[in-house]
C-alpha cells in the first residue's frame, strides 16, 4: 500500500464520495497547521512561565539568589533555599565576565583584558564567554539583568529556526513536528543543565548545522558552502569548542550515510565532502580574530594533561533521569543520590519524547521521510549513547578523535538531546500520516513477503528500539531501588508514580491516535501527546532555571563599598568562598583570585603561598586551613594584596588565649535576653562563642550581634551578622583598635530579629564562656567585620611601585623561594635575566600614580629623584603587552615571575603607557576579513547565475 502524499496524509482514510476525497488534502493540511500552532503554543507557554519573568525589572533569569550562601551577601538577600545549587560557574564567571565585557563595549573597548580575576586575565580576546556569538546580541542591547533569558529565548528560536529548515523545508515532515522538536531539544538534559552557560548558545545552533550539511548532502552547489561556514563560525564563537566538536563529528556521520543514499556517483559524493570541509574551514576563517589568539592561549595556559578525560563514562544510573528527572535527587539538593554533578549527568528528554523516539524508529515507514535520513539518525542515537554512558569500543573509538578526550563524554549528552529529538518528530510525523493498523498490517505482511531485506530492516529497528528502552527501564529501576536503601521510598515512589502516569497517558494517546481515523478523536490524541510532552518539560524546567529577584543580581554590600573606597589600585584575596571568587569583574575591584586559567608561572607562585590555593586547574582562593601560614606571606606583600576578605566566623591568625574558664552552667540567648562575659583587658582580634545548643536554625535565621563594652559603659566595637546556624566553637572577629592596652571591657552577646534561640555554655557566676584571639605582631589588622571579614595587610607593596634597586634570580624555583623571604627586599625589583640589569640611582625616591583608562590599557605616572625601576605585578607573561615611556616605545622587562618592569633612565616625571592588544590578533583579524570576502564572492556569484538562469528562463 503507498502512504498519501505529504499534503494529504492527513486525509481521514474513511470511504466517501467525491466530494470528501476533494477536501481531504485541505482538511489534513488544516488539521496540520491546528495541531502546529497548539505546538507554538505550548512552547510560548514554557518561554512565557519560565523565561519571560527574567525579563523584567524584579526578576533575573539567573541562580545569582546563591549569592546569599557566602559572604559578605548573607542570608538576608534570599529567605527561601536557592532554585539550583549547581549553577555557580553561571554567577562567579560567565555573567560577571559578560557585565564586564558589555559594559566596556559600551565605552567603545572590547575589553580583551579583564584585570580584577586571578591578578589579571584574557576576556573579550577569546571565544570562551560566547560574548561574539549571535546568540549574545541581547548582552548588547538589553540591561545586564534581563540578558541572560533574553539569551535563552535566542537560543529556543535558533532551535526553532533551525528545526524549521531541517524538518520541514528538507525533510518535509509536518508543521507540527517543528514545535514537538523544539521543546523537546530545548528541555533536554543538556540544554537544562548547561544553561546560562556558553555551552548551551553553541548547543542550540546544531538544528542549523544539521540543516546546511542536509544542503550539501543533497545538492551539488559551491553556495551552499556558505550556510555552513555562517553556522560553524557562530557555534566557534559561542564559546566552548568541544560541543562544536561533537556536531562536526556527528555530522559528517550524516553526511556520508546522506549523500551515499542520494548521490550516484563517487565524484558528485566526493565534491560534496570536499564542499562541506572547505565550508567547515571557512567558518573556522571567519572565526580566526578569535580562534588564533585561542590556539595560542590554549597552547600557553591550558594544562591538557590535566584535562585528559579518556575512558570516562557517565553513571548508569543517570540514564534514569532520561525519563524521571528527579530519581537521583532535585537540583535543591533534595534526596540527593547523585554520585556526579548533576550538570554533567542530567539526562532528561521526557516520557511521551521517548515514546514518539520509538515510534519513529519502528513504525515510521521509509516513504515518510527522505532517503538516508532514519538510519543515521537512529545509530548515531544509539552509538553516542553507547559511548557516554557505557563506554565500550564505541567510547574508546570516540575519544581517539581530536579534541575529544579534552572534555567529559557525558557533555555528547548535547548531541544524544538533539538526535532524540529528531526522532521524537519522526514519530509525530508517524502519528500523523499512519494508516489504519489494518492497513498498516497489511502493508507490512506485504513488506515482508517481499524479501530478507524488509524482514532484517523490521528486525533492526526492533533491536534498536529495545537498545533504546530498555537500559533506560533498567536504570529507573536501579535508582529507585536505591532511593529505596537511602530511606528515601516516599519521594521515590512518588517521582516513579508520576513517570508511569505519564507513560500510561502517553501510551494511550499515541495508540488512540494511530487507532482512530477520525480526524476529531485523532486530532485530540495527538493534541494530548504534545501536551504531555510540554506539561513535564515546562515543570523540569521551572525546577531547574532559576528565577531571582534583582536585588540578588552583584548589590553592592558594605564590604564592597568598603574596598571601593580604600582598595585604590591594589588587591583584596578571598578565604575559602568569601566574595564568591570571579564576582569581581562584575565589581571591577582587582582581586588576587577568580574562576579562569592561568600561567604556569602564575600557579607556581600562589602555590608557594598556599599549597591548596587553586581548588580546580581554574578556581583559585586562599584556604582557610592555611590562612595562618598564608596571611603574612611576602609574596602577597608584593602582589600588592592589600586586604584579605573572610566569612564572619572565620578563624583568624593571631595568639590564641586560654582564659581558663570551666563550663558549669548554661546561658540562653534569644529575642528576649542576653549574655555578657566576665571583664577582659586589652586589643583582641575574636573570640570564640561555646556553643551547647540552638533552636529555630536555620528556619529562622537571626542578626547575631556581639558588643565590646568598656567598664563605664562605652560600646567600643560591635560585630553584627545575620546568621542561619552557628558552629560549637563559633568565631565572632572584633577590631584590632578597639580597646588599649589598659582597657577593661565585657561582651554583650545578643540574637535579635528572629525566634529562634543559641545556648551557650556559662561559668558559675552565669557569664558566657569564650575563647579570645588576641592580635600578634603579623602585619594584620582586622579593619571591618559583619557581613564579612575584613582583614589590612600593613605590610603589603604596592602592585605598581618603584625601586631603586634590583636583584637577578634565574632559576625559577629560586627566584620563587627569594620572593617567598623578601622582607627586606621592598624597595628591590626581582630580575629575571642577567641581561637586563641597568644602572640605577640607590636611595632614589619616587611618587607613582596609575589610571585605568581602561581595562586594555593603564597609565602610569612617574615622578623620580633619579634612575630606577616601576615594578607591575600583574601577569605579563603574554606576549599581547606593550609598553611605551613618554610615548616612545620601552621594554618591558620580565621580573617578580610573573610581572614586569620598565627602566627609568632619568630623574623627573614620566609617563609610561602599559597597553594589552591580543597574541596573533592582527593576523586572525586578517584571515577574518578575507573570509568575509570569499563569503561575500561566494554569495555574489550566486546572485549573479541566478539573474543568468532567469534570463535564459531556466527553471532552477
Known amino acids: 500500500m503507498q502512504l498519501l502524499p505529504l499534503r494529504e496524509k492527513w486525509a481521514p482514510a474513511h470511504a466517501g464520495g467525491a466530494g470528501d476525497r476533494d477536501r481531504a488534502p485541505d482538511r489534513g493540511r488544516r488539521a496540520d497547521l491546528i495541531l502546529a500552532a497548539v505546538g507554538w503554543v505550548a512552547l510560548l507557554c514554557l518561554i512565557v512561565v519560565v523565561v519571560v519573568p527574567g525579563l523584567c525589572s524584579s526578576s533575573v533569569f539567573l541562580g545569582s539568589e546563591n549569592l546569599a550562601r557566602n559572604a559578605p551577601w548573607g542570608p538576608e538577600l534570599s529567605a527561601e533555599d536557592p532554585t539550583n545549587y549547581f549553577i555557580g560557574d553561571t554567577i562567579d564567571s560567565v555573567t560577571p565576565t559578560s557585565i564586564l565585557v558589555s559594559e566596556e563595549m559600551s565605552r567603545g573597548n572590547l575589553a580583551e583584558w579583564d584585570p580584577y580575576i586571578s591578578g589579571g586575565a584574557q576576556s573579550a580576546s577569546l571565544p570562551n564567554t560566547g560574548m561574539l556569538s549571535p546568540l549574545s546580541l541581547p548582552w548588547w542591547f538589553l540591561p545586564a539583568t534581563a540578558a541572560n533569558a533574553g539569551v535563552k529565548i535566542m537560543e529556543i528560536a535558533s532551535i526553532a529556526l533551525g528545526m524549521y529548515l531541517l524538518l520541514r523545508r528538507r525533510w518535509g515532515l509536518p508543521c507540527a513536528t517543528v514545535p514537538v522538536a523544539t521543546m523537546v531539544f530545548s528541555t533536554s538534559g543538556f540544554m537544562l543543565a548547561w544553561t546560562n552557560w556558553p555551552q548551551t548558545r553553541v548547543a542550540a545552533l546544531l538544528p542549523l548545522l544539521f540543516w546546511a550539511t542536509d544542503r550539501l548532502a543533497v545538492h551539488s552547489r559551491w553556495r551552499d558552502m556558505v550556510p555552513m561556514a555562517l553556522v560553524v563560525a557562530s557555534m566557534l564563537l559561542g564559546g566552548f569548542p568541544a560541543v562544536t566538536a561533537y556536531g562536526i563529528y556527528t555530522a559528517v556521520a550524516y553526511f556520508l550515510c546522506r549523500t551515499i543514499v542520494v548521490s550516484q556517483r563517487w565524484k558528485e559524493r566526493w565534491a560534496g565532502l570536499l564542499r562541506s570541509a572547505l565550508g567547515c574551514l571557512l567558518g573556522l576563517g571567519l572565526t580566526a580574530v578569535q580562534m588564533l589568539p585561542f590556539v595560542y592561549f590554549s597552547t600557553h595556559y591550558v594544562n591538557f594533561e590535566s584535562r585528559s578525560f579518556g575512558g570516562s563514562t557517565l553513571p548508569f544510573l543517570s540514564l534514569a533521569t532520561v525519563v524521571v528527572p528527579d530519581l537521583l535527587g532535585t537540583p535543591q ?57 557505557f563506554g565500550g569500543p564505541f567510547g574508546e573509538l570516540i575519544q581517539l578523535l581530536p579534541a575529544m578526550s579534552t572534555s567529559l563524554i557525558g557533555r555528547m549528552r548535547s548531541v544524544l538531546g538533539f538526535f532524540l529529538a529528531l526522532l521524537a518528530a519522526l514519530g509525530m510525523a508517524g502519528l500523523m500520516r499512519f494508516p489504519s493498523p489494518r492497513q498498516w498490517l497489511t502493508c507490512l505482511r506485504v513488506d515482508l513477503r517481499s524479501g530478507g531485506a524488509y524482514r532484517l530492516g523490521l528486525f533492526v529497528r526492533f533491536v534498536a528500539v529495545v537498545l533504546l528502552v530498555v537500559p533506560v527501564a533498567r536504570a529507573v529501576v536501579d535508582a529507585h531501588a536505591e532511593q529505596v536503601g537511602q530511606g528515601n521510598l516516599a519521594f521515590a515512589s512518588g517521582v516513579a508514580k508520576e513517570a508511569v502516569v505519564l507513560a500510561v497517558l502517553s501510551s494511550a494517546a499515541m495508540l488512540l491516535a494511530w487507532w482512530s481515523r477520525r480526524w476529531f478523536v485523532r486530532g485530540p490524541a495527538v493534541v494530548a501527546v504534545i501536551v504531555l510532552v510540554a506539561g513535564p518539560a515546562t515543570s523540569t524546567a521551572m525546577s531547574w532555571w532559576p528565577i531571582s529577584s534583582s536585588n540578588t543580581f552583584y548589590p553592592v554590600t558594605v564590604t564592597h563599598a568598603y574596598l571601593d573606597a580604600n582598595l585604590g589600585e591594589d588587591r583584596y584575596a578571598s578565604v575559602g568562598f568569601a566574595m564568591q571568587p570571579g564576582t569581581s569583574s562584575a565589581y571591577q575591584e582587582r582581586a588576587l583570585g577568580g574562576h579562569t586559567f592561568t600561567s604556569p608561572q602564575w600557579h607556581q607562585l600562589l602555590r608557594a603561598v598556599d599549597d591548596s590555593y587553586f581548588l580546580t586547574q581554574t578556581y583559585s582562593s586562599l584556604s582557610s586551613d592555611n590562612l595562618v601560614s598564608s596571611a603574612a606571606s611576602p609574596i602577597l606583600d608584593r602582589l600588592g594584596v592589600r586586604y584579605l576578605v573572610a566569612a564572619p566566623n572565620e578563624l583568624l591568625p593571631g595568639r590564641p588565649e586560654d582564659v581558663s574558664q570551666p563550663v558549669s552552667t548554661q546561658v540562653v540567648v534569644d529575642g528576649s535576653a542576653s549574655a555578657h562575659t566576665q571583664t577582659f583587658t586589652g586589643p583582641v582580634r575574636g573570640v570564640s562563642l561555646h556553643v551547647i545548643g540552638q533552636s529555630g536554625l536555620p528556619e529562622h535565621p537571626g542578626r547575631l550581634t556581639v558588643r565590646m563594652v568598656a567598664e563605664d559603659g562605652q560600646v567600643l566595637a560591635e560585630t553584627s551578622t545575620v546568621i542561619s546556624g552557628v558552629d560549637s566553637n563559633h568565631w565572632v572577629a572584633l577590631p584590632d583598635y578597639a580597646a588599649a592596652e589598659d582597657q577593661g571591657w565585657n561582651l554583650e552577646i545578643l540574637l535579635e530579629e528572629t525566634t529562634a534561640s543559641i545556648t551557650l555554655g556559662a561559668d558559675e557566676l552565669g557569664d558566657a564562656v569564650v575563647s579570645l584571639m588576641r592580635p600578634q605582631e603579623d602585619g594584620l589588622e582586622v579593619v571591618q567585620t559583619g557581613e564579612s571579614t575584613v582583614i589590612e595587610r600593613t605590610t603589603a607593596l604596592s602592585r605598581v611601585r618603584w625601586a631603586s634597586a634590583s636583584v637577578v634570580v634565574e632559576d625559577p624555583d629560586e627566584r620563587v623561594a627569594t620572593m617567598a623571604s623578601s622582607v627586606d627586599l621592598h624597595d628591590t625589583v626581582i630580575l629575571e635575566h642577567f641581561d637586563d640589569e641597568q644602572l640605577v640611582t640607590p636611595d632614589s625616591e619616587a611618587t607613582v600614580s596609575v589610571e585605568d583608562v581602561s581595562t586594555d590599557h593603564q597609565r602610569i605616572t612617574v615622578t623620580t629623584t633619579g634612575t630606577g625601576w616601576v615594578v607591575i605585578d600583574d601577569p605579563l607573561r603574554d606576549d599581547g603587552w606593550s609598553v611605551t615611556v613618554d610615548g616612545g616605545a620601552a621594554e618591558l622587562v620580565e621580573a617578580e615571575h610573573v610581572g614586569g618592569a620598565v627602566y627609568i633612565d632619568g630623574a623627573g616625571t614620566h609617563t609610561i603607557d602599559l597597553v594589552y592588544s591580543t597574541p596573533w590578533r592582527t593576523a586572525g583579524l586578517a584571515i577574518t576579513f578575507a573570509s568575509v570576502l570569499v563569503v561575500v564572492l561566494i554569495c555574489a556569484g550566486a546572485v549573479v547565475s541566478d539573474k543568468h538562469r532567469s534570463q535564459r528562463g531556466e527553471a532552477y
Open 333 to 389: 539538593f533534595e534526596d540527593f543520590i547523585w554520585s556526579i554533578n548533576p550538570v554533567e549527568g542530567m539526562s532528561y528528554i521526557g516520557v511521551a519524547a521517548m515514546g514518539l523516539a520509538a515510534i519513529g524508529i519502528l513504525l515510521l515507514r521509509r516513504d515518510d521521510v527522505p532517503r538516508g535520513v532514519l538510519f543515521p539518525i537512529t545509530a548515531i542515537t544509539l552509538i553516542v549513547g553507547s559511548a557516554v554512558y
